[in-house]
């Protein structure tokens, strides 16, 4: 996608005139924060002013009007009266008095309930202040609202007998909150806000400006913003006007609640914050544009060079040296900068880069054919390979003759690398492209694919068979032994052909049929070579496909174990398991172990899968013990790729200390065949495991390497005689003696013997009395699914024993 171009200099003016906006923006926000705070301030400064005034007001009435209560209430006056209807008429008697001059409103002198004096009927909110007087004894004074609203004071009294009375005043506070007027410059309003009201709901008992008032009422507030207005106050505007409200409680009752609102025109001081706040706008402004122009002026020059100097580098992308040279750059007369360096570093790249631009000519072509040929060993490598290849096929299209890929694999080249180290395995490397090359006719070409991979392409072939004749010489060449320094290397390789006369055909596809025949080689023991068919694809894919499976199947938990009773001969004494894997596939129902463990044999999924089976192994007999079976063993099979894994020793000493089992419950089964591909690292395992309390058997003895040389080497303990010498035992002499001499030379090395496959009473007796240990057949019981094997112990069991012994005994 195409960029849209801003120059350096737009974008270096934008940078410093942007920094100065939010920097001007800033100290505007700084001073409007200011001026909002010293608004909220001056009304809290306002309402606490009033709050005080009124608190004066209203203390100096009420003092006043103590005064006159205490007079009447002075010990040596009311001591003077028999009973309180006698004070009551001096009360009467002054009463014009005392109104005169203190502008009371009413008195009440009250006994109990009896009312001994009154200017006017009592109230039920006097009763109560009389009564809190005589109940308390001490003054009471409280503010009560109605049309008008009232100070209220309230003192005891006390007659010649000690007889308690009240005597309470009331006095009109109209005066007092007009005062605020007089004195605050404000003005003043008393309203009765109904419960759960507005202020368009209030009534006006007292003002001393109506329209203000009356618009205030108009404003027609939300009932459920009168609390926060009561506390936070209103600020509005009336007749071009600016005017802030606050709220004065005064008391409360049914009716509702009374306030004393406080008007303040703050008219002069919004105008002189709004003129503040316009001039600093504009100074701000003012400066803005000031400095931005310096800004620009003092950065134009400089912009203006950069802006030059880049219109000119890209010659130097182009190779165009000379004339990025004869570009004219301005230059400070007075004193060089920065961007004077630049120029000057840039003037001398361009020579450099001349230089180098020639000398990358120069080295072009050798870096070509480097490319074309591997490293180690001087062969061509994978990319000449597809380029020889691409020849042949192109060939094909006028010639009669065909040719054909060989994909060629040192067998157990690995091995070499992990016991004497990639120098030696890169030695060996080196002397096999030696061997291949001598063998190659001057028409072939050798080429190294990668790691011992081998690639050789046979020309002018006129059918496959002539190119397995010539695929058999390579093979040859290995025949004999590596000498590298002082070690000796028998090495065999395993070979993939494939014979191509279609000039259609591609590269890969012959590189991987050739690999496909080649791996097919290997599997079958390599030192051979395999020309491809279709049928090995179908065999890969069916490989791949059954890979995919078994990770699927691990993750989804469709394998589980089936355990095969073993039975002591002597004693008929149940001694354990052999645990067999079971696949039970969501689609495909069971699949037996023959159908995926063959294609799985040598797969990193099969180490995987052998490590489930170990670990699972290993929870079944700790539920076993827990039971009560404490003696029991279960033999587990190792494939050759688990057993010769590095990490099996760890992990079977981890599972031990996790679940903390003893190791005497686990018999480990190997092959012939594992045991035979490298004894010597096979013993070394074998007896470190030993040490731990491990045991070993030898599965389906007989049948591939059997050896007594390597047998009395081994710390084994078992050995297992397979189902098919079995099977035929008493119908066949062979057999018969197979099993008897193999018994004989097992008990010779002081070893156990298992009998595998035992289907009927007359072979159990027969390996019975012919010293057979231990029976594991259909005869005892198929495989127990691991679900069912409690339930299976108990019913075939008793006290251990096999129920049915009595059988053959």
């Given at each position: 996608m195409k960029k849209f171009y801003v120059s350096v200099s737009f974008k270096l003016i934008s940078v410093l005139v942007g920094t100065l906006l939010c920097i001007s923006l800033f100290y505007s926000w700084l001073s409007f924060v200011k001026l909002e705070s010293d608004y909220a301030q001056h009304q809290e400064e306002a309402l606490e002013q009033g709050r005080n005034f009124f608190d004066m007001q209203s203390l100096q009435l009420v003092q006043k009007l103590q005064m006159l209560v205490e007079w009447f209430s002075d010990p040596s006056l009311s001591s003077q009266y028999q009973n309180f209807h006698e004070l009551g008429q001096t009360l009467q008697l002054h009463f014009e008095q005392i109104q005169l001059h203190?502008?009371?409103?009413?008195?009440?002198?009250v006994q109990d309930d009896q009312i001994s004096f009154k200017t006017s009927p009592i109230a039920s909110d006097i009763l109560q202040i009389s009564q809190q007087v005589q109940l308390k004894q001490e003054?009471?004074?409280?503010?009560?609202?109605?049309?008008?609203?009232?100070?209220?004071?309230?003192?005891?009294?006390?007659?010649?007998?000690?007889?308690?009375?009240?005597?309470?005043?009331?006095?009109?506070?109209?005066?007092?909150?007009l005062a605020f007027n007089q004195l605050l410059g404000s003005e003043v309003s008393v309203l009765r806000i109904p419960h759960h009201g507005s202020l368009n709901d209030a009534e006006v008992l007292l003002t001393s400006n109506q329209p203000i008032v009356d618009y205030v009422k108009t404003l027609n507030l939300d009932p459920s913003s009168i609390d926060s207005t009561m506390t936070q106050g209103l600020n509005f505007s009336f007749q071009e006007r600016f005017y802030l409200i606050n709220f004065l409680s005064l008391t409360s009752n049914e009716k509702g609640f009374y306030s004393l609102i406080l008007i303040e025109d703050l008219s002069q001081y919004t105008t002189e914050s709004e003129l503040y706040r316009n001039q600093f706008l504009a100074a701000v402004i003012a400066f803005f544009i000031v400095v931005?122009?310096?800004?620009?002026?003092?950065?134009?020059?400089?912009?203006?060079?950069?802006?030059?100097?880049?219109s000119y580098l890209p010659l130097l992308a182009k190779k165009q040296f000379t004339e990025f040279r004869k570009a004219e750059f301005k230059r400070n007369n007075w004193f060089s900068d920065e961007l004077d360096t630049v120029i000057e570093s840039a003037t001398m790249l361009s020579y450099q880069l001349e230089k180098l631009n020639l000398k990358v000519t120069l080295k072009t072509n050798e870096l070509e054919n480097i490319a074309m040929y591997d490293l180690l060993t001087g062969l061509p490598n994978r990319n000449m390979l597809n380029f020889e290849l691409k020849k042949s096929l192109a060939k094909l299209r006028y010639s009669d003759q065909g040719f054909a890929l060989l994909f060629l694999d040192l067998d157990d080249f690995k091995k070499v690398n992990d016991s004497y180290g990639h120098s030696e395995g890169d030695k060996?490397?080196?002397?096999?492209?030696?061997?291949?090359?001598?063998?190659?006719?001057?028409i072939d070409?050798?080429?190294?694919?990668?790691?011992?991979?081998?690639?050789?392409?046979?020309s002018q072939l006129n059918s496959q068979e002539e190119g397995m004749t010539l695929a058999?010489?390579?093979l040859k060449q290995f025949k004999s032994a590596i000498k590298l320094d002082e070690n000796l290397f028998y090495v065999s390789t395993s070979l993939g052909l494939v014979y191509c006369t279609d000039h259609e055909a591609t590269a890969d596809d012959l590189i991987s049929s050739a690999d496909i025949a080649m791996y097919e080689a290997k599997m079958n023991g390599g030192d051979q070579c395999f020309a491809y068919d279709p049928a090995m694809y179908q065999r890969v894919a069916h490989r791949v496909m059954m890979e995919n499976d078994v990770r699927t199947a691990l993750l989804e938990h469709q394998f589980s174990l089936a355990l095969q009773p073993q039975i002591e001969a002597n004693t008929n004494r149940f001694i354990g398991f052999e645990a067999l894997l079971r696949w039970k596939h969501p689609e495909r129902g069971m699949i037996s172990p023959d159908d995926f463990i063959p294609v799985l044999e040598n797969s990193e999924q099969m180490v995987e899968l052998g490590y489930w089976v170990v670990r699972r192994c290993f929870e079944l007999v700790r539920n076993f013990i827990k039971l009560g079976y404490e003696d029991i063993r279960v033999a587990i099979n190792l494939s050759a790729n688990q057993f010769l894994d590095p990490n099996l020793v760890s992990f079977l000493t981890n599972l031990l200390e996790a679940y903390e089992l003893d190791a005497k419950h686990f018999e480990l089964e190997l092959t012939e065949q594992t045991l035979v591909e490298d004894i010597d690292n096979a013993i070394a395992v074998m007896v470190t495991l030993r040490e731990s309390g491990f045991s070993f058997a030898i599965d389906d003895f007989g049948t591939g390497?059997?050896?007594?040389?390597?047998?009395?080497?081994?710390?084994?303990?078992?050995?297992?005689?397979?189902?098919?010498?079995?099977f035929g035992m008493l119908e066949n002499n062979a057999d018969y003696q197979i099993i008897m001499s193999t018994i004989a030379m097992v008990k010779s090395l002081d070893l156990k013997v298992v009998a595998e496959g035992v289907e009927t009473s007359a072979q159990m007796r027969s390996l019975a009395e012919n010293g057979c240990d231990y029976f594991q057949g259909y005869y005892f019981s198929k495989p127990v699914p691991e679900d069912e094997i409690v339930d299976y112990i108990q019913e075939q069991f008793r006290h251990g024993i096999w129920n049915n012994a009595d059988v053959y005994q």
């Open positions: 203190l502008d009371i409103e009413d008195i009440w002198l003054p009471v004074s409280k503010i009560l609202c109605d049309r008008q609203c009232f100070q209220t004071v309230g003192l005891p009294i006390m007659n010649q007998h000690g007889e308690v009375a009240s005597i309470v005043i009331k006095a009109n506070m109209s005066d007092t909150l931005s122009i310096v800004v620009y002026m003092i950065s134009r020059t400089f912009t203006e060079r950069l802006v030059t100097l880049a060996l490397l080196v002397e096999a492209a030696k061997r291949l090359n001598a063998c190659a006719r001057s070409v050798v080429c190294r694919f990668g790691g011992d991979e081998f690639v050789i392409i046979l058999q010489e390579f390497y059997s050896s007594l040389a390597y047998l009395k080497r081994m710390p084994v303990d078992i050995i297992k005689i397979d189902k098919s010498f079995v």
